[in-house]
């Protein structure tokens, strides 16, 4: 029996090894133990359902600025994959841009490369280059398969060795995946930690900057996105984010970096 738990163990060990992903950007390596497509395919519908609900904005300046931003993030990212030779890790992404009309102060991306901005978040973005902030950070976590890092996560408490087997049903995926990501008006805020917030401040800087937005604009934004929380009221979009001091220092390790990427883009540093 001690063998057999042994190789069991090793079996274990050796599938994760396999499983682990690293992130071209930042190097960080990440457990991704599910199928992306799939994921891919559940956030789609997510998607859909959190339009139907909500009031989608078109046509108006901040809409056209959501669209527009998102798709100059969106192709810095394809270009800098397809430099790398990484472009298939993006052959499934079927990007969206959307604002909606809703009072909350958040943003976010499904896997897969659906996005939602709140017009909550828009007067503290200020211009394009705060809402390259929000974009930047929001599409890190779907590029970066955050997602899939947490839903792998669960997989792995809930059915441990089971998954070694490949004996986890679509079923069983798809309702981790509605843990993860639950119906409704809340629809793609799940719960991050805050290494991969971290990064998600580092690759969402980096791509700002390939895009042609000055990163120096993330702490001002970030700054005001502290002072949005009034007394005990945290915006969504800040409620698992690092400590500000965290953030700030974690942004200016990564700046010189970041306009290295801005320069190349045409920025004036």
């Not at 998102?70 to 790398?84: H, S």
């Not at 809402?131 to 599409?139: K, R, S």
């Not at 719960?191 to 998600?200: D, P």
Request: with cysteine; glycine share 10%; aromatic share 8%.
């Amino acid at each position: 029996m001690k063998n057999i738990n042994k190789i069991l163990s090793i079996g274990m060990v050796s599938a994760m090894m396999i499983a682990c992903t690293t992130n071209p950007i930042t190097g960080r390596r990440s457990l991704q133990l599910a199928n992306n497509q799939e994921i891919s395919a559940m956030a789609l519908q997510q998607y859909k359902q959190a339009l139907s609900e909500a009031k989608v904005i078109s046509g108006t300046t901040q809409a056209k600025s959501v669209q527009n931003v998102g798709v100059r993030i969106k192709n810095a990212a394809n270009n800098y994959y397809r430099g790398i030779g990484r472009e298939g890790d993006l052959a499934n992404y079927q990007w969206e841009f959307n604002l909606l009309d809703d009072k909350q102060i958040n943003a976010w991306c499904m896997p897969g490369g659906k996005v939602a901005v709140y017009t909550g978040i828009m007067p503290i973005t200020k211009s394009d280059a705060g809402l390259a902030v929000v974009l930047g950070h929001e599409i890190s976590h779907a590029l970066a398969g955050h997602g899939n890092e947490r839903i792998s996560q669960a997989m792995i408490a809930e059915y441990g060795g089971a998954i070694l087997g490949s004996t986890i049903s679509n079923g069983q995926l798809a309702s981790i995946f509605q843990q993860a990501y639950p119906l409704g008006a809340q629809v793609a805020l799940l719960k991050y930690g805050r290494s991969q917030e971290l990064e998600a401040d580092e690759m969402g800087l980096y791509l700002m900057a390939m895009a042609g937005y000055d990163p120096r604009e993330a702490q001002p934004f970030w700054q005001r996105m502290e002072a949005a929380s009034t007394g005990n009221r945290v915006p969504e979009f800040l409620s698992t984010h690092p400590n500000p001091d965290t953030r700030r220092a974690d942004l200016e390790k990564h700046m010189s970096k970041a306009l290295e990427y801005y320069k190349a883009a045409g920025g004036k540093v």
